[in-house]
């Protein structure tokens, strides 16, 4: 019986607050923090005994302070539950594991506003979604293209350049403006990357993957905003939102590039953790090293590769886009106001200062699917949002809608300035698409692919086309993965996260368009 096919026993809580749920230490031998799970009682009821199991595994890693903790859309997934938090002391034998970060390293979102709005929208969206799909390329192994206006592919000298300074490299090359750095985490470049701690198989499997969205979970969203959810008019007018306006929102990471990097320092933590550093742990998907190990500090220097690549890539996208909506529109994006509101990372580990029982500490934060959440006035907001807190962008699925959050003093007192980052799986993508398509395996390849057309089709795209929104897949079966059942609800996620205060909401946005892999 394989790990994963396991029966877990669903601990039973200490109630903190309506929406702090706690696992003490005494649930599991090993355990060095209790876990803690910020979600409502509706929520914490429908999720996967196997997050309890994975985030109480986190509770044993050394140098882990204060909790171990899963955020509302939590999920189970590889090591880390997806939603999963922790914070090593880097002082006192914390350790660093890609298992806490995930394989697509820097998996983020981009927001852009535009002056436009869903009158001068409206009928032109199924030309702009159409434009968009050609221009974004999607898809599993999708690579961008050479055309008029493409993207082409780079030397392997070029990418290592690019993933040294991330979206700067594409600023400084003409794709995009100087102003989106500065509204971008880390300003679109993690500082220490290196590009010689980098496989060169990671490279390969990068090269001609900027500009591209990949499958999965990962979209390109046309929304409108509407007056109705609109919660604070102050900070939406702050954030560049007004009613009727139409925005774009995107959802991508490192690719290809990403897994390697990940599986290159797996691979690696796996031979030395136990035999070189006697760490022992519960499950081999929470492989780690030392932060301050030599494996430790290349594989931070890796990791931060991939964070530029992603920043690369979702800047390279927003230039694509920005070229879609002049030609649609017939002016300049700087004309139609395209500018971009926020990036932000839901995949990484980083070195932040927060308060431990008293004393400020430097810790390694790894967020699996979360995203930082800083409150008011902290000195890492770009300087346009300082008084209001970070902008969060906390994505829903292709049929409810998503939203634009900020940050609060509260996320950095209780869960080290960190929040949600989308509305979370209820079901694994192959549940998913049986759920759609039924059993065809033993089918004909033709026919199965008939059957699948015509039951996603049936309840995946006419309900989408009833509720307004127009979408282009590069996949059924893509389609099915990704239906509005398998996920939880996303108003549900945002208001534990409110009652939380981890993060305070500002608008819902809904989609209109959808490009997806």
């Known amino acids: 019986m394989s790990f994963h096919d396991r029966e877990f026993k669903k601990p ?15 649930f599991k031998q090993g355990m060095r923090v209790p876990a803690q799970v910020f979600t409502t009682k509706k929520l914490l009821g429908e999720m996967d005994a196997h997050v309890f199991d994975q985030i109480t595994n986190v509770a044993t890693l050394p140098g882990i302070v204060r909790a171990a903790m899963c955020m509302p859309d939590g999920h189970s997934g590889y090591g880390f539950p997806i939603g999963g938090v922790a914070a090593m002391d880097i002082e006192n034998g914390g350790v660093i594991s890609p298992g806490g970060i995930g394989f697509d390293i820097n998996c983020g979102m981009r927001l852009l506003r535009t002056d436009l709005t869903w009158k001068d929208v409206e009928p032109k969206l199924k030309q702009l979604v159409n434009l968009l799909y050609d221009r974004v390329p999607a ?27 991330g979206a700067e490299w594409c600023v400084e090359k003409g794709y995009g403006w100087k102003e989106d750095l500065a509204v971008t985490e880390e300003e679109g470049n993690a500082e220490g990357a290196d590009e010689s701690r980098v496989s060169d198989k990671a490279v ?3 090269l001609g993957q900027v500009g591209t969205l990949g499958s999965g979970n990962h979209y390109l969203e046309i929304q409108v905003v509407k007056k109705e959810n609109i919660f604070d008019e102050e900070y939406a007018k702050k954030l560049g939102i007004f009613p009727g306006q139409v925005v774009v929102m995107f959802h991508c990471g490192s690719r290809g590039f990403g897994h390697q990097v990940a599986t290159d320092y797996l691979q690696l933590f796996l031979s030395v953790m136990e035999s070189k550093y006697g760490i022992k742990i519960l499950d081999r998907e929470l492989a780690c090293a030392p932060f301050t190990s030599k494996e430790g500090q290349d594989y931070f220097a890796a990791m931060k590769c991939g964070i530029n690549f992603s920043f690369a890539n979702r800047q390279m996208i927003a230039h694509r886009i920005r070229e879609a909506f002049a030609q649609i529109f017939g002016k300049d994006a700087e004309a139609l106001g395209m500018r971009q509101i926020y990036d932000v990372a839901h995949n990484t580990a980083k070195l932040e200062e927060y308060e ?4 400020k500490k430097k810790l390694l934060i790894h967020r699996k699917g979360a995203t930082r959440s800083l409150g008011p006035g902290n000195p890492n907001i770009p300087k346009a949002y300082r008084d209001i807190g970070q902008p969060v962008i906390i994505g829903g699925s292709m049929e409810t809608g998503s939203y634009l959050l ?7 007192e209780q869960t080290f300035g960190s929040t949600a980052h989308g509305a979370g799986r209820t079901m694994s993508r192959t549940r998913a ?6 059993n065809t395996r033993d089918m004909p390849r033709d026919k199965a692919r008939a059957i699948e057309r015509r039951k996603v089709e049936e309840l995946v795209i006419n309900p989408m086309i009833k509720k307004g929104i127009y979408v282009k897949s590069v996949s059924y079966s893509g389609l099915a993965e990704e239906a509005g059942f398998a996920y939880k609800d996303i108003d549900e996620v945002i208001d534990a996260t409110a009652k939380a205060d981890i993060s305070k909401p500002v608008v819902r946005l809904i989609p209109v368009g959808n490009v997806k892999g």
């Open 204 to 206: 390969k499997r990068g």
């Open 433 to 438: 698409i049986r759920e759609i398509v039924g």
């Open 12 to 26: 039973d809580f200490n109630r903190i607050s309506d929406v702090i749920w706690e696992v003490p230490t005494s």
């Open 139 to 165: 898809g599993v192994g999708s690579a961008a293209f050479d055309d008029a206006a493409g993207f082409a592919k780079l030397s392997h000298g070029q990418f290592r350049e690019m993933i040294s300074s």
């Open 406 to 412: 900020v940050g609060t003093k509260g996320a950095e």
């Open 356 to 359: 431990v029982d008293g004393k």
